[in-house]
């Protein structure tokens, strides 16, 4: 860490890294550890001339396996700018020539985590408005053809780990293998469905969402594996209960689930065509349980 912090300041003395930020003179830049992840190290930093806070996003490796990840979660941040509920980014640098990391610089964002029992009218808004933003023809996102069969596709990738494992239970192999049956008679069900050509999170969960209250902004920050898919992705990870149990033991009964797409279908008022959402949100959600459960077999 140490090592990574001394680096991050001899880079932001370049003149290009200062320009961009409107930096004058060689005031020195004050950061501190924000929060930190498997692929990214946030810092928070303030404007020497300004004032302002704003974050460093130091990017060490990438999930989706991409050569220049910084520029991915760059692009998706510059396609979202419209919605009002993303940070703004003024600087990215995926050359690792000034430093061995890719750096984003966004604007800092205020709120508190998402609370599942009294902001779900909040967390619809929020998403509501990002699907609803138009993304440019150019864009770099990804678009898996079969968004439902992809996920499952990592499912049984990630669980072969477990199968090929000596001290693995015979009993759960077998329990693991009927549900990823039952998950591919699913997907195939759905092959057919069409669905509304969105940017999605694909990792929603309580601490992604910077809630200030009702009238006020709320935001939806962390676009570490943006793709462009289906809106029923990212609700169905965002109500499945391997995302709301995990991180807040909270386990959302049908009847709230249900209320949550009614408000989020009412928010987006006709922006996108969002087709038979509920139905494909409740493919989802299992599928998105499965991968919960052949990520965990797969890590123990």
Known sequence: MGEIIHELKMYMTGTEFRKALQISGE?????????????????LCKHPNTGKSFVLRINT????????????????????????RTPKVFWRDGSKKNIKYGVLA???????????????????????????????ADTILLEPSNP????????????????ECDTADEGKKI?????????????NKAA????????????LNSGNFLINGKGKPNYLVDWEKPLLGDPAQDLGHFLAPTTTFWKTDVILPEEKITEFIEKYEKAVDDRIVL??????????????????????????
């Open 27 to 43: 005031k020195e830049i004050a950061c501190q550890l924000l929060a930190q992840g498997e692929y990214n190290i946030n810092y």
């Open 61 to 84: 490796g990438s999930q989706m396996h991409l050569e220049n990840q910084i520029e991915y979660e760059y692009s998706a941040l510059k396609n979202l700018e419209n919605s009002g």
């Open 106 to 136: 966004m604007e800092y964002l205020e709120g508190r985590a998402l609370d599942y029992d009294t902001d779900l009218d909040l967390a619809a808004e929020c998403l509501a408005d990002i699907h609803s933003t138009e993304i440019s």
């Open 148 to 163: 439902l069969q992809a996920i499952l596709d990592e499912c049984n990738e990630m669980v072969k780990i477990y199968y």
């Open 175 to 187: 329990r693991l293998k009927r549900m990823l049956e039952e998950g591919q008679e699913k997907v």
């Open 192 to 203: 057919k469905m069409t669905y509304p050509r969105c940017c999605i999170n694909t990792e």
């Open 275 to 300: 087709g038979n959402l509920k139905e494909r949100v409740d493919i989802f959600i299992p599928i998105t349980c499965l991968r919960g459960l052949t990520w965990c077999a797969m890590a123990w």
